[in-house]
């Protein structure tokens, strides 16, 4: 699979789960545009997930590149998602059923004869009053788990606005997370932890603070 930043090409494996970390929209829209550019011409279904304004954008700068958007969302090969109920659980945020949303999503695009599945998720927009740093890290952690142990067929990027992030999340998200994208430049990550052995840390952790309670 193939991640394209600002005219550079990485390489990818599948089952990837990169943390983008960005200052302004325009970073979240270049991103996500060149992510559904490259899924739609290698025959993989697509999704972006964030705010109406920015899928607008979005829509916007993969038709100035000549990406037929409505006719890839009437095949059903691209999807995008501006509301952020559909990845909360009665209004929270629940790391799990995001988690199961995801491969659901995969296995639908397995199922309608889509090479593979690839999106991005603006995090930020989700969480953002109804999530927890733990119950965040702990989606990241079980989801890298998960797709990479699975070698699923998808890529994903999830988007945090930085501005937002205090700074030891920001650390420990970058843990989770084997390639990082920081504005213009895509950065393999040196310090990438075991994430199942980090997920596990983390349940243990909050067992804890709830017998302590």
């Known amino acids: 699979m193939e991640l394209q930043i600002e005219g550079k090409t990485e390489h990818i494996k599948q089952g990837s789960h990169i943390c983008q970390l960005y200052n302004k929209t325009s970073e979240v829209v270049n991103?996500?545009?060149?992510?559904i550019q490259t899924g739609v011409q290698n025959n993989e279904k697509c999704f972006y997930a964030g705010s109406s304004d920015v899928i607008q954008e979005i829509k916007a700068v993969c038709t100035q590149a000549d990406l037929d958007v409505e006719a890839a969302i009437d095949r059903g090969q691209l999807v995008f998602i501006d509301r952020r109920?559909?990845?909360?659980?009665?209004?929270?945020?629940?790391?799990?059923?995001?988690?199961?949303?995801?491969?659901?999503?995969?296995?639908?695009?397995v199922k309608e004869g889509w090479s593979a599945a690839r999106g991005a998720l603006d995090m930020s927009w989700v969480t953002e009053g109804t999530a927890?740093?733990?119950?965040?890290?702990?989606?990241?952690?079980?989801?890298d788990a998960v797709f990479t142990f699975q070698n699923s067929?998808?890529?994903?990027?999830?988007?945090?606005?930085?501005?937002?992030?205090a700074g030891e999340i920001v650390v420990e998200l970058?843990?989770?997370?084997?390639?990082?994208?920081?504005?213009?430049?895509?950065?393999?990550?040196?310090?990438?932890?075991?994430?199942?052995?980090?997920?596990?840390?983390?349940?243990k952790i909050d067992r804890e603070r709830r017998m302590a309670g």
Request: a positive charge; zero cysteines; proline letters at 6%.
């Open 31 to 35: 991103v996500a545009a060149s992510l």
């Open 85 to 109: 109920e559909e990845f909360l659980q009665g209004r929270r945020f629940d790391p799990y059923f995001v988690l199961s949303q995801h491969q659901s999503f995969i296995a639908k695009s």
């Open 132 to 143: 927890t740093p733990s119950q965040v890290l702990k989606y990241e952690a079980a989801a």
């Open 153 to 165: 067929p998808v890529a994903i990027v999830v988007q945090y606005n930085y501005a937002k992030l």
């Open 174 to 203: 970058l843990k989770l997370h084997p390639l990082a994208v920081v504005g213009k430049y895509i950065k393999r990550n040196p310090y990438y932890v075991d994430s199942e052995e980090y997920f596990m840390r983390i349940v």
